[in-house]
């Protein structure tokens, strides 16, 4: 069933401040979508985030970005709170057209080392396997209970070729991306009768600020670059076009797929 045509359309952006999130958000408002946007920065960080609002308003559309930990239940309920007091005040007919997951905050250490403190621990993993991969059930679960999704509604996640191979240091994360892309085929499975799809997208190697966090970047970006049959690396322009071609109500059906937007790089050996 099509979306209704008068109704105002929100994307909700997990991760807004840089990276997928921000190129996301500014590429949704050129095509007419509200932005919320959900961030976790310091203060000195604060100068970007700023820019990055004004750039969306200057589309034209409205924004709201909160600073909070997207994991923290009580914080996102407090969100959903707010999000929803401000359609109250200013929209006829609202619903998140797009949710974005894209947040990379995990743990960066190998399961194997020499020394205790070098080793990934318990409470690092569980938190890596939360944050990077579980969270997105409950953002959505809490979306769903609120009526705040309909028919035409999107849910993507970010995850990388990580899910399926071996990257030094990279294994929690790895892990985590693993989760994440089974956890939106059930959201999938369970979210097509209302006319709602949810897909995992593959981007290649990026240059990100949470991936220049990864050991070894560098090489590895390198090494992308020269197999990429493109001859560069995936940027985060490149998955911000492609989410906003797939707002388009005739990809109803696309649903339950891990999409690679990577010109190619993981189909070279």
């Avoid at 359309?9 to 958000?25: D, H, K, M, Q, V």
């Avoid at 947040?103 to 960066?108: K, P, Q």
């Avoid at 992308?224 to 940027?235: M, Q």
Wanted: glycine content about 8%; proline content about 4%; charged content about 20%.
């Amino acid at each position: 069933m099509p979306e209704v045509s008068n109704a105002t359309r929100w994307a909700l952006i997990i991760g807004a401040s840089s990276g997928f999130g921000e190129a996301t958000s500014l590429e949704l408002a050129k095509a007419g979508l509200n932005i919320f946007g959900v961030h976790f920065d310091r203060r000195s960080a604060m100068a970007h985030v700023n820019e990055v609002i004004e750039k969306i308003k200057a589309c034209g559309r409205q924004v709201h970005f909160f600073n909070i930990n997207a994991a923290d239940a009580a914080k996102r309920a407090d969100v959903m709170n707010q999000m929803q007091e401000d359609w109250n005040e200013s929209d006829a007919d609202p619903f998140i057209k797009v949710v974005l997951h894209s947040v990379a905050f995990g743990s960066l250490l190998p399961y194997i080392s020499d020394q205790p403190d070098g080793r990934l621990t318990q409470a690092q993993m569980e938190m890596t396997l939360d944050v990077m991969g579980s969270n997105i059930v409950y953002w959505v679960q809490e979306l769903m209970q609120r009526k705040m999704l309909r028919s035409g509604s999107r849910i993507y996640g970010m995850t990388s070729a990580g899910g399926h191979s071996v990257i030094p240091n990279y294994g929690a994360v790895s892990a985590a991306k693993a989760v994440l892309e089974s956890h939106l085929r059930q959201l999938a499975f369970e979210l097509m009768p209302h006319g709602i799809t949810a897909n995992a997208i593959q981007a290649g190697v990026t240059i990100t600020p949470g991936s220049s966090k990864i050991p070894g970047i560098e090489q590895l970006a390198e090494f992308a670059k020269a197999r990429n049959p493109g001859g560069r690396l995936t940027t985060p322009q490149d998955v911000a076009e492609a989410i906003a071609a797939w707002i388009d109500d005739r990809t109803q059906s696309m649903t339950g797929n891990v999409i690679r937007v990577d010109g190619g790089e993981d189909i070279v050996t």
